[in-house]
């Protein structure tokens, strides 16, 4: 059985669906803080904190393998409130770690982030690119990777940190998507300004030394992110080494790029207007994903279009019905 622990969260819910296609038993943990239980509709749901040992401790009897998917996840508010970021993804996740090693789990895949790489000097970022991270959010996953470093050599835990770039678009079903409050991501806020439900976009900044001026990110599919964790997990079963891999297209697009492609796929304009820099927005975001392609034989599959259609069709429909309910 795979615990999925953030499973009713964004990344979470999806992985867990790919889980069960490929016909893995799966149990979702979540406290439901930022996640939502209509996401996990059909899957047994446990409701509770990671910092809950007592619970999770019970929960892990007849766990074969972990995914961590459990965490905060906004630069911004990390910034403005660390604490809760070290005290949910470090210290949370610290117990749910010690847990799952005391239960026998051998078999973790964890959420990571490019953020843990902060400003890279050089782009496209490999794996090994030193990792420096600017902010509270980057440092709290950066400590779990180095526990599961430690927890390797020290205990055999096998592992694998999977550090996505931008998670965007939704699942082709329709039924599950992108869900936070508040919104702080492009696609979602370019398509929330189309329908009406939020003012003009703010562009942050369109004199970056980029080729338009504006912000370039890898913008990956969700069930891409999906497909490379069943396949992660695939791999340390059959008894791979633990690796840590960037997760993302390879190709990078601007913010503009971005915008002109929710424009092609909704038949309406962006309401816009440019505004300052966001603090702490490296220029140029893209992920070297070979050694992921190399190791998982997994490639990003899922169109910069494919994203925005997905998340268009979510944004209007089940996130609609959601909002309502
Ligand atoms: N962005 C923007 N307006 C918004 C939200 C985001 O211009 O309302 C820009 C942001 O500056 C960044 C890119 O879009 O360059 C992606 O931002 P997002 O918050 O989606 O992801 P992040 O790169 O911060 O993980």
Not at 186 to 201: C, F, H, Q, S
Not at 230 to 236: E, G, Q, T, W
């Amino acid at each position: 059985m795979i615990l999925v622990v953030g499973g009713a969260g964004y990344i979470g819910s999806h992985a867990a669906r790919t889980l069960r296609r490929h016909g893995y038993e799966v149990v979702i943990y979540d406290n439901l803080s930022r996640g939502h239980d209509f996401l996990v509709e059909g899957f047994e749901l446990v409701v509770a904190d990671i910092a809950d040992h007592k619970r999770l401790a019970q929960v892990m009897k007849g766990v074969d393998a972990v995914m961590h998917f459990a965490a905060h996840s906004q630069v911004g508010e990390s910034v403005q409130s660390p604490r809760i970021y070290f005290q949910n993804n470090a210290e949370g996740g610290l117990t749910l770690l010690n847990t799952a090693l005391d239960a026998g789990v051998r078999k973790f895949i964890f959420s990571s982030t490019c953020a843990v790489y902060g400003v890279p000097e050089k782009v496209p970022i490999t794996e090994d690119t030193p990792r420096q991270p600017v902010n509270p959010y980057g440092t709290s996953k950066l400590f779990f990777e180095n526990a599961l470093e430690a927890y390797d050599r020290a205990y055999g835990l096998r592992y694998m940190s999977l550090r996505y770039f931008n998670a965007a678009g939704a699942d082709e079903s329709g039924e599950i998507g992108e869900l936070h409050d508040p919104e702080t991501h492009l696609i979602p806020a370019a398509l929330k300004a189309v329908t009406g439900e939020r003012g003009e976009l703010e562009l942050f900044g369109s004199d970056y030394p980029t080729p338009d001026g504006t912000c370039v990110r890898d913008y990956v599919h969700v069930n891409d992110l999906a497909d490379a964790h069943v396949l992660a997990l695939k791999k340390i079963e059959a008894g791979s080494g633990s690796a840590a891999l960037n997760l993302g297209t390879g190709l990078g697009c601007s913010v503009k790029e971005v915008i002109t492609m929710v424009e092609e796929v909704t038949g309406a304009k962006v309401p816009r207007r440019v505004a300052p820099r966001r603090p702490g927005d490296p220029p140029t975001l893209v992920a070297d994903p070979s050694r992921a392609q190399n190791s998982l034989q997994w490639k990003a599959t899922r169109s910069l279009r494919e994203i925005v259609q997905t998340a268009w069709q979510w944004e209007r429909g089940g996130r609609q019905k959601a909002r309502k309910a």
